[in-house]
DNA sequence: CACAAAAAGCAACAATGTTGCAAAATAGAT
DNA sequence: ATCTATTTTGCAACATTGTTGCTTTTTGTG
């Protein structure tokens, strides 16, 4: 895990800082994506908010994490796979929503459709967002 | 116009108020979907903030109005098409954010497609947002 | 260990969203 | 048209969330 964070960091050439060894580990044991506000609260008091904002930013332009839209103005953010590069992703799944535990997920392995748009729309890219009962909650 | 407000009001058993008929007319006027911030400069001065929030909400309960998801931190909202009543949306089109002008639209003729999820999970609705640049912006 | 560069923390602020309550407007009955 | 119960608005105070500039601390590098 800690090797995991390091190369992440690395290879994206940032810096070793406690405050986003913190946030990536706090990704990388959740299997649900995170809100700003969730990452603070998971992080107890230990980082200012600036930071937080700070190391989202950096890690979304690097192309380590990305958003997920949502219509509750609590913007998330999952690890993204592989070969996200600065300003590339190669990412293109669908997200899960779960009105009960009200956590967002990517389901890595459904891919988003292909959408025919109106004549005269230029298409740059497509998110799904899928709402429902998650696995868990339905057990 | 005019009639149409009222007709969509009385229809919702909602009381005719200006701040109602104002927050309306905006949407009929307007083909993008519009922001609280939007509304409230649009509508000027005129009505207090906490007005604007409850009546948006007032109009998302009645189905007058339904939210479009994003990864900014500033819900859309836009009209609903006709059956559209409280609780129950007919309304699964695409919406696309204009990457330009910022806009966003309902694309009522693009249907949401089926999507196919994995085992477990349980499917209560789907939401598509496509992004690019919108008509009016590549010409 | 020393140094330059990068990041974190702090403070002050701006914007956004919420709640309770008093005043005003509305619908409906007389 | 006027009165009244009910609904809606506006206001004030507050909580939360997001932003910016600047100083201090930490990091990577020699």
Chains 1, 2 share one sequence.
Do not use: W
């Not at 956590?103 to 890219?125: E, M, N």
């Amino acid at each position: 895990m800690k090797e995991d964070i390091t190369n992440i960091l690395k290879r994206n050439s940032l810096s070793l800082t406690a405050s986003r060894e913190k946030i990536l580990q706090l990704f990388l044991s959740n299997d649900g994506a995170l809100s700003h506000g969730d990452i603070e609260k998971k992080a107890g008091e230990r980082f200012d908010r600036v930071t937080v904002y700070r190391t989202l930013q950096t890690f979304t332009e690097k192309g380590i994490i990305h958003t997920i839209p949502t219509a509750d103005n609590a913007v998330r953010y999952a690890l993204c796979k592989d070969n996200c590069s600065e300003g590339h992703h190669h990412d293109h799944h669908v997200h899960f929503i779960c009105q009960q535990c009200k956590q967002t997920f990517c389901l890595d392995d459904v891919v988003t459709p292909d959408i025919k748009l109106p004549r005269g729309y230029a298409l740059s890219h497509i998110e799904v967002v899928a709402e429902g009962v998650c696995r868990q909650c339905k057990k």
